[in-house]
């Protein structure tokens, strides 16, 4: 079983849907949770830590389920530019090591 | 932009030869990572450093060795390169528990 498993999609939404990703983590004593931005080619780029109240850019809202081991991401109102590959990210607190998820991919059409 | 750079950025070799991946920062962060990434396995982490002539081991370190003389720069080795290890590259820093990760370097081994 995979550490941080996530729906490898793709995701092929319209411009201005609403679209959200799961993903879920093994270690239960794992302690910082990130989401990941992937462009073709390119390096990941943080796109938001996720906190156990949930937090809230513009946007995206990342979400976090300690009980049920599940981080999610909402994007609101996407956009073209939003097409890309998202990473569920979780640092286990060992030495600052972090694991990666496989990416959800997105692709928004206009 | 967390200062950042990969050297080279490509590289063709063939197998047998030795290549050193260069990776240099510049904000002086302790911590310092090698990933590569493949198709269906995502970001796997190869060495880490956590400080001049300090580092470990990660998850997909055979083959692979790194050293790291000043704080500015890690650099990887493939001391006998094989085309299993034809991948991308990523070099990262952590600040806090966040990392960040330079351009990569894309290998090819014939």
């Known amino acids: 079983r995979k550490e941080v498993e996530q729906d490898p999609g793709p995701f092929n939404v319209p411009e201005g849907a609403t679209v959200a990703f799961n993903c879920t983590y093994s270690n239960s004593a794992s302690q910082s949770f990130f989401w990941y931005r992937q462009d073709c080619r390119k390096e990941p780029k943080l796109l938001m830590s996720?906190?156990?109240s949930g937090n809230e850019d513009g946007r995206f809202t990342a979400q976090l389920n300690r009980a049920s081991q599940y981080i999610s991401l909402l994007i609101r109102d996407s956009k073209l530019s939003d097409s890309a590959t998202y990473l569920c990210v979780v640092n286990d607190n060992a030495g600052n090591m972090l694991t990666f998820g496989g990416g959800t991919r997105l692709m928004v059409k206009p | 932009d967390a200062g950042i750079t990969q050297s080279p950025r490509h590289k063709v070799t063939e197998t047998g030869t030795p290549v050193t991946l260069r990776c240099h920062q510049t904000?002086?962060?302790?911590?310092m990572y090698w990933y590569r990434q493949d198709p269906g396995h995502g970001l796997r982490l190869i060495h880490y450093s956590y400080g001049v002539k300090d580092t470990d081991k990660g998850e997909v370190s055979d083959g692979y060795s790194v050293s790291r003389s000043k704080t500015e720069d890690f650099l990887l080795t493939l001391e006998s390169a094989t085309s299993s290890q034809t991948s991308v590259y990523f070099c990262?820093?952590?600040?806090?528990?966040?990392?960040?990760f330079g351009p990569g370097t894309r290998l090819t081994v014939t």
């Open positions: 904000e002086n962060h302790r911590y």
């Open positions: 996720v906190y156990s």
């Open positions: 990262a820093i952590s600040r806090g528990p966040e990392q960040y």
